[in-house]
């Protein structure tokens, strides 16, 4: 336990009033389990919105593991970020943290059950080690222009948080949205903080309206500031089934310095809720056994929900345009247009139009009606097209492969695989598979068999033969591969043994 200096309901120039107490270290907790449809079709079901660079170099996931640096030296703060994700992010979550450099701790939630479990199960981690921490919940895809701002916001919630109090972040609103929670503001605080009276979850327009202009309320941006005893009792009161098979699914889980995997069977049995649904709402009625507070934060925050709000949050050029990617603009106005795939994509006299281009999708469409790609995309699920759920170039732990093309009963793909690296011992029900080494070595166990393959060298696997593909040089190994059989899906893999612990 650290010794330091806290402020309580003063603010930092009343240095008179500070007194020493002893506190747990903040632990930054990283909710990073969304779909993000709203982007599509960058944004997909097993490469979700957090994963993307879609403002600047980084992805909006390693945006946010830097959020917390450089922050008030007044508070201890964990080393390692808590990141909350689902199985099917957990690699490429792992790559982008190690490639930033952020040793973080992964807890792999076994199925999707939304915000409320999640930050459950980082509040059980938080304490292992006997502390009660105080836990610093932030989306993983939102974006933040303004870090110092953001850290004088968390450093007066966490002294809220450290007297056992709710403290949330919200936004002061400029316009009226009906994509956003309001809170109703109570009780005035010297710091700036306001008593939270009421949590309303995403009102009608003209309700919204209302909201804005009596100035009586701010947007929920989703982050929290908690300690964890506090959040475990909040979840124990009013979602105590979901208490239970958290506890029990984290007690259960296979732990290592990396990741928290909680047992299956107990996790599924929780409830799927948001923290806003299961808790805040909760908290504003009378009577309440638990307060929240609100703190300000005015810092450029943007939950990018929609293409509309990444283009409101990117530099324009003198027509109100902004691009990723090869793009060029002619007579265009606040336009904004992404090349995923590399190709050029030209705009000539468009006006508020969004256009997105990927390597097996192109989407246009008006700015007002950016909503309604949600309904596009349940389309799409609905007549159970690919674009819905993967990329056509998919990482994996050991490389990537990408789908080249693909017809009734036939697919090709080529695959690189990292030096050092290998695929899962496997076989599948339902095709046979050609490879060929298009550059590189490629070690091969076929059934019995083991043996080496050269640049221009070539094998076939049956239909049901275990077989492994790895990579025992020191240069990436590059195959393109047939398949072909009555199914084709990446569901027919049945693994005998990986490295990457995905067996079963």
Partial sequence: MSKVTVVADQTDNEVADQVVADYPPLVQVILAGGSGTRLWPVSREQFPKQLIDVIGNQTLLQATMGRMAGFSTTWEIAADPLIVCGAEHYFATYEQAREIGVNARIIVEPARRDTAPALTLAALAACEDGQDAILVAMPADHAIANLEALHRSIEIAARHALKGEIATLGIPPDHADTGFGYIRLGEAFPDGARRMERFVEKPAA?????YVSSGNYWWNSGMFVIR?????????????EMHAAC?????????????????????????SDSIDYAVMEQVGKPDPPFSAIVVPLEAGWSDLGSWDAVWQAMEKDECGNA??????????TATYARSQGGRLVACVGTNNTIVVDTDDAVLVVDRSHVQDIKGLVSRIKREKSPEADAHRKVRRPWGFYDSIDHGDRFQVKRIVVMPGARLSLQMHHHRAEHWVVVSGTAMVTRGEEQFLLGENESTYIPLGIRHRLENPGCVPLQIIEVQSGTYLGEDDIVRFDDQYGRCG
């Avoid at 964890?228 to 105590?240: G, K, Y």
């Fill in 206 to 210: 003209e309700l919204a309206a209302q």
């Fill in 228 to 240: 964890s005893s506090v959040w475990l009792a909040v979840i124990e009161r009013f979602q105590p």
């Fill in 247 to 271: 506890v029990e699914a984290y007690r259960g889980a296979k732990k290592t310095d990396e990741c928290v995997i909680p047992e299956a069977a107990d996790f599924l049995r929780s409830p």
């Fill in 323 to 332: 691009s990723n990617g090869r793009v060029l603009f002619e007579g265009a």
